[in-house]
Structure formats: structure tokens, C-alpha cells
């Protein structure tokens, strides 16, 4: 039996990359090099029962990087400038990347990019957590790495954490506080990001050297309100907050957040159609949220 081609599969134990490497491993096509800082975590036990290859990876450091990618047909490569704050890190990470892929001769490397915002707008908007992807993905291309962009909608998620309806001070109702007007948003489960980029991987010759925006619908404010409202037996409204207002809400992150949503406005684009051909068992928020009502229950 000829023996798999692999693919290295950067911050595995984390949301995005948990995702992609289960898939992939479901797909049964490749074999997965599952990276991670910490081997012991007990979601790279889970990779590793699963049948992933389990190696401690940094993009810190070079000779990790290049022995993670030792070998490999291909990546799916994810940073998090969540975890430093610092666009700069994030776009060292993503060149040391390109150029061990490159060096090596990687055919096929799936990153998980997003638009660079600074460069669009001519300076108008900065959105660091983005403009560093971006950044990233020009430089993948320009070096030549065999690579695909995939650009995520806003995560599903993120409605049970730091977006989750808030109780309104002067009344018996909750609020969403997202300053989109009436304009949709695209969101996505990162839980179904997995077989998306699964697909992808299946079909290099369609997907190299593009950019695809991935979304399983888009809503405004107040039809994502209205699914919370139907979960919690409760009124949510749209707070109609302002991205001036946003950004001196004064949390860590404001103005970078609020930065994005003026981006948001500007409706990237995000190809619904497309992410459900890629995964067909895409997740509608409606679904979403049913399958997570305990998690809502408790706000």
C-alpha cells in the first residue's frame, strides 16, 4: 500500500487547526502532521488516538519549522495575533513559514489569511488582526508557494463569549451590542471550517494561488439577535451601538475590533455558495446555537 502524503498542520490543538486536522484525518486521503507547542495537551492526545502524527511545532523558530514541514506535501497554516498583539510577530511567523515551504518544496499550502485592510483603503483603515494575514498571503504568492487563502467570516462562536447578549440596565430585555447598522454580517462555526479546508486540499488544481472567503450565511444584527431571542425564551435587541461608540467601550481591543467592523461594512467577500459546496453539512446559526443552548443557557 503506498503510503499517504502528509500534510503539517499548524496550531492543531486549537480551534481552527483542531478542525482542519480532524477532517482531514476523517477524510482518510492524507496522513496529518499534527503541530503543536504542547504535545501533552489533552487535544493532541485526542489527534494522536486518532491517528495524527503528534510534533511539537514553534513558528518562532526556524529549525522547528523546518523540521514540522520535512517531508510534507502540504500545511494548513493558522497564526493568532491574539496571542501577542503584535502584527509584526504574525507576519515573521507567516514568512518563515513561505520560505521553509518554499525551500522544501511544498505543493500545497493552505493559509488561513484575511484581506489587508491598510492597503485596500489607502491608510483609512488599520485592522491589524487582519492587514498581518494579508501581509502574509502577498508575500506566500510572491515567493511562489503553491498557496490558497482561505478568509473566515466572524465565528459562530464568538456569540457564546465575548459577543453573548447582554441584559439591558433599564429593562427585562437583552441587547447585542455589534455596530454593523443593517448591514449583514457573514459568520461561520470554526467547528466546520475542518471539511472546508479538507475540500480544498482535495482539489488543488481549482484552489492554488486564490483567495476564497468562507461564510455559511450572512445576517444583520438583529436576525442574529432574534435566533438568541428564540434559544433563550427572552427579548435580544439590536443595541444599534455605533463603531465610534464601540471603540471607547474601553475593553482591551476596541478600536481594533471596532476597526474591523467598519471593514465588515464595506462587505468583504465571502462566498456562502461556495463554503456550502465545499461542506455541505455547513452549519446555519439557527443550528449553531441549538446545539449549544447550554452553553447560552448560562448568561
Known amino acids: 500500500m503506498t503510503r499517504k502524503k502528509v500534510i503539517a498542520v499548524f496550531g492543531a490543538t486549537g480551534a481552527q487547526g483542531g478542525s482542519v486536522a480532524r477532517a482531514i484525518l476523517e477524510s482518510e486521503k492524507f496522513a496529518v502532521r499534527a503541530l503543536t507547542r504542547d504535545v501533552t495537551r489533552s487535544n493532541a492526545l485526542v489527534l494522536r488516538d486518532l491517528g495524527a502524527e503528534v510534533v511539537k511545532g514553534d513558528l518562532n523558530d526556524e529549525a522547528s519549522v523546518e523540521a514540522a514541514l520535512k517531508g510534507a506535501y502540504g500545511a494548513f497554516v493558522v497564526t493568532s495575533f491574539w496571542d501577542h498583539h503584535s502584527k509584526e510577530k504574525e507576519v515573521c511567523q507567516g514568512k518563515l513559514v513561505a520560505d521553509v515551504a518554499k525551500r522544501l518544496g511544498l505543493q500545497h499550502v493552505v493559509y488561513s489569511g484575511l484581506e489587508n485592510v491598510k492597503r485596500?483603503?489607502?491608510?483609512k483603515l488599520e485592522v491589524e488582526h487582519f492587514d498581518g494575514k494579508g501581509?502574509?498571503?502577498?508575500?506566500?504568492?510572491?515567493?511562489?508557494?503553491?498557496?490558497?487563502?482561505?478568509?473566515?467570516?466572524?465565528?459562530?462562536e464568538n456569540f457564546l463569549t465575548m459577543w453573548k447578549p447582554l441584559k439591558a440596565s433599564d429593562g427585562d430585555y437583552y441587547t447585542l451590542a455589534l455596530p454593523m447598522g443593517d448591514i449583514p454580517?457573514?459568520?461561520?462555526?470554526?467547528?466546520?471550517?475542518?471539511?472546508v479546508i479538507s475540500s480544498i486540499f482535495n482539489s488543488p488544481a481549482e484552489f492554488v494561488g486564490k483567495a476564497v472567503g468562507l461564510s455559511a450565511e450572512a445576517l444583520t444584527i438583529q436576525q442574529y439577535a432574534d435566533v438568541l431571542a428564540k434559544s433563550l425564551g427572552k427579548e435580544v435587541r439590536d443595541a444599534k451601538i455605533t463603531p465610534e461608540a464601540y471603540e471607547k467601550l474601553g475593553f482591551s481591543g476596541a478600536e481594533e475590533l471596532a476597526n474591523m467592523f467598519r471593514f465588515y461594512h464595506m462587505k468583504p467577500d465571502r462566498d456562502v455558495k461556495l463554503t456550502h459546496r465545499l461542506n455541505p453539512k455547513v452549519k446555519s446559526f439557527n443550528q449553531f446555537i441549538?446545539?449549544?443552548?447550554?452553553?447560552?443557557k448560562g448568561i
Open 120 to 123: 485596500l483603503t489607502g491608510g
Open 185 to 195: 454580517m457573514d459568520g461561520i462555526s470554526v467547528a466546520d471550517i475542518g471539511a
Open 290 to 296: 441549538s446545539e449549544n443552548q447550554g452553553v447560552l
Open 135 to 156: 501581509e502574509v498571503e502577498e508575500y506566500f504568492w510572491s515567493i511562489g508557494v503553491p498557496m490558497t487563502s482561505v478568509r473566515m467570516a466572524a465565528y459562530f
